[in-house]
């Protein structure tokens, strides 16, 4: 079946504008077909307009790609399936996947623009399959055999303790209220596409039988290489935006640059697998039980029932 999608790419490797649709749980299957298709393809695709979203619609949209998680594995008091990303005490100015210190990786992420600041505030997104696919076969070798250890440790995030306000020390103090450690193959295979994808980011404290030294030379060599300008979208928020991106096939950056202005946006996650290596091998939890946050559910299962939000 046809749709009336209009898809503009952004770049070689990452981003479309999609326009024609107007998002919520009523979508006909052929045009979430179409923004399924997309997101594949693109590894983030952006509405603008859409304006007549609130929590509720943005849940049922998102339960037609998948199945919602609960807000996060530790910020509970936020809310039950949307996170608040609010400026006043959370601006995640680092490259990172969503949620990478558990098992279960989601599979997407779906972020809802509510207010915004009157310069700055864009976010970054980058291509780990891009980033992949141009190492060298040297690089990729040595990659593909490697495992890293992700935490939702701050010390690591930050890489130092910043000054910061009573309301941020309260947000990082829930955020690591439960211990989460997990460790995840450097190169993962897609379970839609079946390609090779780095995983990586600031949740990533080492890689595992590798020294603290060398752990760090590494990553600096590979994450840079993820978020090359070339293998990069930028998107430019207006009230009404909603991005969806593929939480597999990419790493996100939220640039701090608009001062002490309010930034306020509402995300939702869906429920993915658990990450497997060129050879088939899971990734292993070592601390923390995720099962509370999400199921590990493969890529085409979806919501059965509506979502219940708070």
Do not use: C
């Amino acid at each position: 079946m046809s749709t009336s999608l209009d898809v503009s790419k952004l770049g070689a490797h990452i981003g479309a504008v999609i326009s024609g649709a107007r998002l919520g749980g009523d979508l006909d299957p052929a045009t979430v077909d179409a923004i399924r298709t997309a997101l594949l393809e693109h590894k983030v695709i952006f509405f603008r307009d859409q304006h007549h979203l609130d929590d509720d619609d943005q849940v049922a949209f998102a339960g037609l790609l998948g199945v919602p998680t609960i807000a996060h594995p530790t910020v509970t008091s936020r809310g039950e399936t949307v996170l608040p990303i609010d400026s006043r005490y959370d601006k995640a100015n680092s490259w990172h996947s969503d949620v990478t210190f558990v098992d279960r990786v989601p599979k997407a992420s779906l972020l809802r623009a509510v207010t915004l600041p009157t310069y700055g505030g864009s976010t970054v997104w980058a291509s780990t399959e891009a980033a992949y696919d141009q190492l060298p076969p040297a690089l990729r070798a040595l990659a593909e055999s490697l495992w890293a250890t992700h935490t939702n440790l701050y010390d690591y995030v930050d890489g130092h303790r910043d000054v910061i306000s009573d309301e941020t020390r309260e947000f990082r103090a829930e955020f690591e209220s439960a211990y989460y450690e997990t460790e995840h193959p450097v190169v993962r295979v897609h379970p839609e596409t079946g390609r090779r994808v780095l995983v990586l980011g600031h949740f990533v404290k080492r890689f595992v039988d590798v020294g603290t030294s060398e752990s760090a030379a590494l990553f600096a060599l590979l994450q840079n290489r993820i978020t090359r300008l070339e293998n990069t979208v930028r998107w430019n928020w207006r009230v009404g935006d909603l991005a969806l991106w593929d939480n597999r096939a990419t790493q996100h950056y939220g640039v701090a640059d608009y001062d002490d202005q309010p930034r306020y946006l509402r995300r939702v996650t869906l429920s993915g697998d658990i990450p497997v290596d060129i050879g088939g091998r899971p990734s292993r939890a070592v601390a923390g039980d995720a099962s509370g946050y999400s199921d590990a559910v493969g890529p085409d299962v979806v919501a059965v029932q509506p979502v219940a939000i708070g």
